[in-house]
């Protein structure tokens, strides 16, 4: 079954969710449900040309902050100080990015990018961008915080390794607010390379809970170093 969404905030229970990860259709990206969604481990993703689509994968793409592996390459890209990383200077230049995809398509509409800005304004998005030595946006992440869960939504490079880069130091910045899990949604090399594992989505919803115990660390977050 899938459940249609109407104007009410409201999701269907967890043990309704569908195998294949679909939770339900309809609704809106308003702050309100956007951050309900993530506080039931639900995120929005859907073509432009269909309906508004929420899922909850199984299993589930998750990282500890700790556990993010550094490759002996990257290891010595980020000890030259190829990129500055820095988090929360420029959102809307990151998402932008993380649309920018002419030969690949994208989910993040307008409409995406408006509300996860709202999210952002509000202090519960956050994004880390790389930069290079003439102080171009070469690439980065963002992702919504609740609690000590870092929820990741999407990344892009404009120069090869500028994503990662941005991944590793904001991922040292989350365990130094001793945050638990980095929600990588569903996984690919890319995310593997990274040290990202798979759970069953029962496993995540449990850890979820957990770090939803916590205080929610809103921004905008005040970190910035050269990597």
């Keep these: 079954m ?10 269907p229970p967890a ?3 569908r195998e294949d990860g679909l939770v339900a259709i309809g609704g809106d990206l308003s702050p309100d449900r956007l951050l309900l969604a993530y506080e039931r481990g639900i995120f929005p993703w859907s073509a432009p040309e269909d309906p508004l689509l929420w899922w909850s994968p199984d299993p589930r793409a998750v990282v500890r902050p700790a ?6 390459s990257m290891r010595s890209i980020l000890n030259k100080g190829q990129f500055t990383i820095t988090i929360d ?7 932008r990015g993380c649309a920018d995809r002419p030969d690949e398509g994208t989910w993040i509409t307008d409409g995406f990018i408006n509300s996860y800005r709202k999210l952002h304004e509000l202090g519960f998005a956050h994004s880390a961008e790389a930069r290079n030595d003439e102080g171009d946006l070469v ?4 992702g919504v915080s609740l609690g000590r869960m870092f929820f990741g939504e999407s990344m892009f490079s404009r120069e090869s390794n500028a994503s990662k880069a941005a991944f590793i130091l904001l991922a040292r910045h989350l365990d130094t607010l001793d945050f638990h899990w980095i929600d990588c949604q569903i996984m690919n090399p890319h995310l593997a390379s990274l040290g990202a594992v798979n759970i069953p989505r ?3 919803l449990k850890v979820l809970e957990k770090g939803l115990e916590h205080p929610t660390h ?6 910035d170093a050269a990597s």
Excluded: A, M
């Excluded at 690439?139 to 963002?142: D, E, F, K, T, V």
């Design 15 to 17: 043990d309704s969710f």
């Design 67 to 72: 556990d993010v592996k550094v490759s002996k």
């Design 2 to 11: 899938v459940y249609q969404l109407g104007p009410e905030c409201w999701f």
């Design 89 to 95: 200077t420029d959102f809307e230049g990151v998402i």
């Design 218 to 223: 809103r921004g905008p977050w005040s970190f």
């Design 139 to 142: 690439g980065g992440l963002y």
């Design 202 to 204: 029962i496993q995540f």
